[in-house]
């Protein structure tokens, strides 16, 4: 039976960590039970330098929980470094791995189904939001103007998908060979992995400003290619010119 490894970056998150905790347990008694993933699967909670109790909870609920595994990260480094160093960790441990925030904003059962999609032999699958109910007027417009912005600028990406998804360790061992400082794991995902392997897509129903502006710009510097296209036009004329003088 193949384990699977749940990866749950955490920054300050011990309001919600306990109830985290509980719900993804409750969800691997269930594929245990169900036969779709080993008993030596695991939830990995990975620390982003929290100042708050969030690693000292990780702490207490190893101890008391046989699923729960942590690392702790010697400080903040970002939600996406953090998630990559989680991924990092799970890939020799797992043979799937799911990633999800641990505000469990995203359906923890639509878990239930990327397992399925990756026995009929997913190496990813996509968890999208079907609306946006939650989120205030604020954050659902930038996030419809981000996807927007993404689109136009040449990047390819899901719409509506952060980073809830499910990738096998073929998939994800792909996707650790970039050595990337600026990572936004979404789009190198789309972009660079999923042209090798088997994609489907899931829809389902504390990400700060100062977060999100990081995404944006980890985004901008890694996978926007129409400015390069300018600039190479740009440098084009300019030796043709030269070359005519």
Known sequence: MEKLA????????????????????????????????????FILYVNDGS???????????????KYV??????GNVGH????WAGLTVAKDYADMIVSIDADLQDDVNSIKEMVQQYHQGYDIVYGVRKERKTDTWFKKN????????????????????????????????????????NLFIRGLVMTYVTCKINTFHIWNI???????????VGWFLLLVTKPQRYIMIEQSD???SQSIR
Request: charged share 25%; glycine share 2%.
């Open 80 to 83: 996406q470094n953090a998630l």
């Open 6 to 41: 749940i990866v749950v970056p955490c920054y300050k998150e011990e309001a919600v960590l306990a109830e985290t905790t509980k719900r993804l347990s409750k969800l691997l008694d269930e594929l245990i039970r169900d036969n779709q993933v080993s008993e030596e699967s």
């Open 51 to 65: 100042r708050d109790q969030t690693w000292p909870l990780i702490y207490q609920f190893h101890h008391v929980n």
């Open 238 to 240: 300019l030796q043709v």
């Open 142 to 181: 930038t996030a419809l103007a981000f996807y927007k912005v993404m689109e136009k600028m040449g990047t390819k990406t899901v719409y509506n998908h952060a980073d809830f998804r499910l990738m096998s360790k073929r998939a994800l061992e792909y996707l650790l060979q970039f050595k990337e400082r």
């Open 69 to 74: 595994k942590g690392v702790n990260l010697a």
């Open 206 to 216: 504390s990400c700060s400003l100062r977060s999100a502006t990081c995404l944006f």
